[in-house]
């Protein structure tokens, strides 16, 4: 074989081996594009659905701004541990929050033990003392709802009785634990809560449904269970009491515990909208008589 022809050999060899490892890489290639494209598909199909889910991810800004509430809201609603705790730190921020929130709680202060739970230290305290139900209320509320990681372990609460009448005021022990750990945050860094919340309603050791009570405010109006109707007209009512005084009442006027509903003229009654137990109750009464009918 000639020097000439031996060459056109190789060449031609080398030429095929390149084509052959193009195809060969260019397959894999293809292989590897494919791949690309599902992952690509199946991300966007997820955005898709993720952006279907939560509409607000179209618009950046308002997505941004939904983010940044949200770490708002988990920085307001978390606690946080202190570095340090001791009985002047615990009872200065008992009297800040007495303070701020609830002027009229008076406790008398009490420390107990310190003790270690999973390396983390807390001290125990007691709280005792007289307060009106609703400034409790807002004492544990507050309490409950500050930066500080206090805890209350135990309530004990005592309707107060003075002279054989329910007060206002309840007798409490509270028992709290105070956490801290070193190397956390400083106290001073700590700052009170704006806190909103709903005023307790009515005091839960009164019963809601009882017999009538005393009310002075009460004894200024007229008490229909002692008077009786001598005239009325299509929009007004003219009561006599025991006194012998004479009442004249219009639709809405107030009487003891409650106020004129309505004047049916035709059948000569009156119908009052009492609450003298805790129940509101419609009372009749007929012209000339002192004739009732509740509903």
């Not at 200065?92 to 999973?118: A, R």
């Not at 002279?163 to 801290?180: C, H, K, R």
């Not at 025991?242 to 009156?270: F, M, P």
Request: overall charge neutral; some cysteine.
């Amino acid at each position: 074989m000639n020097y000439a022809l031996r060459n056109t050999v190789i060449l031609s060899i080398l030429l095929v081996l390149v084509v052959l490892g193009f195809l060969l890489g260019n397959s894999v290639n293809v292989r590897k594009l494919n791949d690309i494209r599902m992952l690509y598909e199946n991300n966007q199909k997820k955005i898709d659905d993720l952006v279907s889910a939560n509409p607000d991810m179209n618009d950046r800004d308002i997505f941004i701004k939904s983010l940044r509430d949200l770490e708002i809201k988990t920085q307001r609603e978390s606690k946080i541990i202190p570095s340090e705790n001791n009985p002047t730190i615990t009872y200065k921020y008992l009297l800040d929050i007495c303070d701020n929130f609830c002027q009229d709680f008076k406790f008398n202060f009490v420390f107990n033990n310190l003790s270690v739970n999973e390396d983390i230290s807390f001290n125990k305290y007691t709280i005792t003392g007289s307060a009106p139900i609703r400034s409790l209320y807002s004492f544990i509320y507050q309490f409950e709802k500050q930066y500080m990681l206090y805890v209350i372990e135990s309530i004990k609460i005592v309707e107060e009785i003075e002279e054989g009448v329910l007060s206002n005021n309840v007798n409490f022990t509270i028992v709290f634990n105070a956490y801290f750990e070193e190397s956390i945050h400083e106290i001073d860094k700590i700052p009170f809560r704006k806190l909103k919340y709903k005023n307790l309603e009515y005091n839960p050791f009164y019963s809601r449904i009882h017999l009538p009570l005393p009310d002075e405010l009460e004894k200024g109006f007229l008490d229909t269970s002692s008077a009786g109707i001598i005239g009325l007209t299509a929009n007004k009512v003219f009561m006599k009491d025991k006194t012998g005084k004479v009442h004249i009442l219009k639709l809405g006027d107030r009487v003891a515990y409650g106020t004129l509903k309505s004047i049916n003229w035709k059948e000569h009654y009156a119908v009052f909208q009492l609450n003298e137990i805790g129940i509101i109750k419609d009372r009749k009464i007929y012209l000339n008589e002192l004739k009732e009918e509740s509903k």
